[in-house]
Structures are given as C-alpha cells and as structure tokens.
C-alpha cells in the first residue's frame, strides 16, 4: 500500500509565499513522475506542476515564474515552492506521484489535499 501525504498548506496574505510537501510512503519500488494539481471552489482540478524522475520541469502558465516543483529523491518527496501568491491561487492542492510497487506494477497515487488561500 502507499500514502502520499501533504503538508504545508495554511492562510497567506496575497504577495507572501508557502511551501508545500509530499512524501509518499508504503511499499515503493520507483517512484517516476511527482506533481501537483489544484482544484478551486466550483472550477476543474488543473495541473500546476511536475517533475520527472530525472529532474524535468513543466508548470501551468498561471504559476511559471512563481512556483518552483523540486524533489528529493531520497526521502520521496516531492516539493512546491509557491511565492507571490495571488487571490486566484486559492485552492485544495493535491500530491500525485506515478509509483511502482513492483517491477511490473505502476500506479497513479494521490493524496488527501492540503488547502490554501491567499487573502487579498
């Protein structure tokens, strides 16, 4: 079984910065590609960042510039640094790791969400 579990997330006035964590545990063969995605009041969840395995970035264009995805691989943690946060950044902000158990199985694992609002 594996657990991704979320910290980090809180109250931040508009302009500060948080920064979130993830770190999955359980029975871990690799862990491939970590990311994180949001989903605010009444809109679709959306994709924020990821990170391959090998350290390959992409980000949504809402957050490039601002938010920087990390990972440490020893600790299977991935990382979001969030600064200049804005009102829209508001949201349930979720972990998601692609991880095999095995040799031969891979899954896609998510976590409960850790929330954050920016006021303005």
């Known amino acids: 079984q594996v657990q991704l579990v979320e910290s980090g997330g809180g109250l931040v006035q508009a302009g500060g910065s948080l920064r979130l964590s993830c770190a999955a545990s359980?029975?871990?063969?690799?862990?491939?590609?970590m990311g994180w995605s949001r989903q605010a009041p009444g809109k679709q969840r959306e994709l924020v960042a990821r990170?391959?395995?090998?350290?390959?970035?992409n980000y949504a264009d809402s957050v490039k510039g601002r938010f920087t995805i990390s990972r440490d691989n020893a600790k299977n943690t991935v990382y979001l640094q969030m600064n200049s946060l804005k009102p829209d950044d508001t949201a349930v902000y979720y972990c998601?790791?692609?991880?095999?158990?095995?040799?031969?199985?891979?899954?896609?694992?998510w976590g409960q969400g850790t929330q954050v609002i920016v006021s303005s």
């Open positions: 998601n790791a692609r991880i095999s158990t095995t040799a031969i199985m891979t899954g896609d694992y």
């Open positions: 359980g029975s871990i063969f690799s862990i491939n590609a």
């Open positions: 990170i391959t395995d090998y350290g390959s970035t």
